[in-house]
C-alpha cells in the first residue's frame, strides 16, 4: 500500500511539472515562413542595385562593399559618403552615391589584424519585403560577394537552406 501512495504521489508531481512546464513555455520567435539559399539576390534602396548577397551566419552585422568612403560632419553628427557599384549578368557596372549617418563604428579583430568600420542603416530588399539594416562599410572589392547579410537581418528572414541558392527573386518597389 505504501509503494501504491509513493508511486501515485511521484506521478501526481510529475505530471504538474510537465503541466506548469506546458503553460509557462513561450517560443522566442514565430515560425519563419520561408527559406532562403545561401545566396540570394538582394536590392540596395534607394537606386535599385541587384546585388548578390551571401547568408553569413559568422557575422551578426550586415557589411556592404563601399568605395570612396568619405568621412564628414553634418550638424554636428558623423556621416559617411560612399558609392555602392552593382554588376549585372551582361557585366554593366551601375554606381550609385550615398551619404548616410554613422549610427555607430566598429572594431574587427582577426587573422589579419583589426578594422575600424562606420556603421550606417541602409534599406535593402530580398524576396518581396524591405528592411532597414545596419550594415557595417568596407571595401570588398577582392571579395567574391559585395554584400554580406548578418544575422541581425537573418533573424527577420527565415531559414536558411545551405544546398540551396537563389530562391527567391527580388520583387521590390523601386521608388
Not at 517560443?27 to 515562413?33: D, E, F, G, I, V
Not at 557589411?63 to 555602392?84: C, H, I, Q, Y
Not at 530588399?125 to 562599410?137: A, H, K, R
Amino acid at each position: 500500500m505504501r509503494n501504491k501512495m509513493k508511486w501515485a504521489l511521484i506521478a501526481m508531481i510529475l505530471s504538474s511539472v510537465v503541466n506548469a512546464a506546458e503553460r509557462d513555455f513561450v517560443p522566442s520567435a514565430p515560425a519563419p515562413s520561408r527559406v532562403f539559399g545561401w545566396v540570394e539576390k538582394a536590392v540596395i534602396l534607394p537606386g535599385y542595385l541587384v546585388m548578390n548577397a551571401k547568408m553569413d551566419t559568422g557575422a551578426l552585422t550586415s557589411s556592404l562593399d563601399a568605395k570612396k568612403l568619405e568621412s564628414f560632419t553634418r550638424n554636428g553628427k558623423d556621416w559617411v559618403r560612399f558609392d555602392v557599384e552593382a554588376q549585372d549578368d551582361n557585366d554593366k557596372v551601375t554606381r550609385q552615391s550615398f551619404e548616410r549617418e554613422i549610427v555607430r563604428e566598429v572594431t574587427l579583430r582577426g587573422a589579419g589584424g583589426k578594422d575600424d568600420r562606420p556603421v550606417v542603416m541602409m534599406k535593402i530588399c530580398i524576396g518581396d519585403q524591405v528592411y532597414e539594416e545596419q550594415f557595417t562599410l568596407r571595401d570588398r572589392g577582392d571579395m567574391k560577394y559585395p554584400l554580406l547579410i548578418g544575422r541581425r537581418t537573418i533573424q527577420h528572414l527565415g531559414l536558411i537552406d545551405v544546398t540551396r541558392q537563389f530562391t527567391v527573386e527580388p520583387k521590390c518597389p523601386e521608388a
